[in-house]
DNA sequence: AGTTTACATATTACATGTAACATGTCAAGG
DNA sequence: CCTTGACATGTTACATGTAATATGTAAACT
């Protein structure tokens, strides 16, 4: 019966995977960057062992790119990457919303809520990066609705990858606000337990976002 | 201009991979057998350090677990596992079906012709081995029609990890049957670019799987 | 007996050593 | 000028060392 203080894994290989994570989400290390394994190890202070194992995770997990005997790079995308993980997230994210119209517990719903508030004061301040925060967390918890912790786990993955597929494409804050509108639409279906409705609203929300991406291509 | 003798990967890591991976979905390596590094390397002749990285390999892909400082075993589901494991291959390879029904090349759909042919031959000689293997195979095509590689990768760690989750379920050769034809019916719908139909059959399939697994389940 | 303690064993998690390999630089040679 | 090739540097991929930790077993105590 020890009180076990130390309730995260406390483990260097999660902790530097924790770091290199964020940092990438962040845009600190950015598409393209080299993550050299002695480089990192001694910036973390920690030895080659468990940095090594954090950069597989990344491999893993698809933000980061590995060729032989060259080491890891943090993963780019071209257009037609973020495309193709569009069409899967759409695929996914609309299946754990009908899903979720039956299954979601109140406090779900009430997360989304919180969320969403969040996400119109940071559209207030024009909080550009404080935004693209809430939208990862609003597209994560849109993987929890199902309550099916496989779906869960692979809407998750994939926002990631898109968020960083994404951010090259920094869209206008008036997409932003769409974007904000599509989502309570999305939350409006779900709170009347409207599985159909919640899908298409959601189905929306990814026509808007590829159609906003091509648009934004031309420019380029 | 090199001659380029090795076209494999040549490293030990992923060498051991392959090995384990297909030493637990031929079921040599049971659900919850430890995955011992020592043990593994002593066992393949290598050292610990490409091993380590072969399991953690495996338990990103989900065919292994593993807990602070007990090491990984062998993924073991329950059936609600399987369940949600099955609920999520059906949203997926019901999508890549749909889009497969127009994105499809020829060869794609002979490749399942002859998938299927092999798999009428295993179930003619009533073997049972062959026609999982089969079975895995067809499914890992249905992921190629879509010709949207995170999606194909995606259907592919789900059939693996079903294929170990549904194996103690072990399935009746009538059943077996089923599945051919409900797979023959699949790929009809495909030859005549006919997406709706496709990915009906298709569900049909996965309603006969979940039907039969929950019916398995009171005979245990 | 049943619990506890101590010891032996095995494994993880992290650290470090090192050969093979890739890349950049820079000077020699065409 | 352009190419070539030796050298220096940095990295990967694999091997091995080691402290902390978990587990099994057997002796010691109640």
């Given at each position: 019966m020890?009180?076990?203080?130390?309730?995260?894994?406390?483990?260097?290989?999660?902790?530097?995977?924790?770091?290199?994570?964020?940092?990438?989400?962040?845009?600190?290390?950015?598409?393209?960057?080299?993550?050299?394994?002695?480089?990192?190890?001694?910036?973390?202070?920690?030895?080659?062992s468990p940095v090594r194992e954090a950069v597989l995770q990344l491999v893993a997990e698809g933000l980061a790119r590995e060729q032989a005997h060259k080491g890891a790079v943090v993963a780019h995308f071209s257009l037609e990457d973020a495309l193709q993980i569009l069409e899967v997230r759409e695929v996914l994210e609309v299946a754990s919303v009908r899903l979720g119209a039956s299954r979601a517990a109140p406090e779900d719903l009430a997360r989304l809520k919180q969320v969403l508030q969040a996400q119109?004061?940071?559209?207030?301040?024009?909080?550009?990066?404080?935004?693209?925060?809430?939208?990862?967390?609003?597209?994560?918890?849109l993987g929890t609705l199902s309550h099916n912790p496989v779906l869960e786990r692979m809407v998750g993955l994939l926002k990631d990858q898109s968020h960083l597929a994404l951010e090259p494409a920094a869209r206008s804050l008036a997409q932003l606000e769409r974007g904000y509108h599509e989502h309570r639409s999305v939350l409006a279906a779900l709170e009347a337990r409207n599985a159909e409705g919640a899908g298409l609203a959601l189905l929306k929300h990814f026509k808007r976002i590829r159609e906003s991406l091509e648009g934004w291509l031309v420019t380029k």
């Open positions: 020890k009180p076990r203080a130390k309730l995260q894994s406390e483990r260097l290989a999660d902790k530097a995977y924790a770091v290199l994570r964020s940092q990438i989400l962040k845009g600190v290390l950015p598409p393209g960057h080299a993550l050299s394994v002695p480089e990192l190890s001694r910036q973390l202070g920690v030895s080659r119109a004061k940071a559209l207030q301040e024009s909080d550009f990066v404080g935004y693209q925060a809430t939208d990862l967390q609003f597209h994560r918890l």
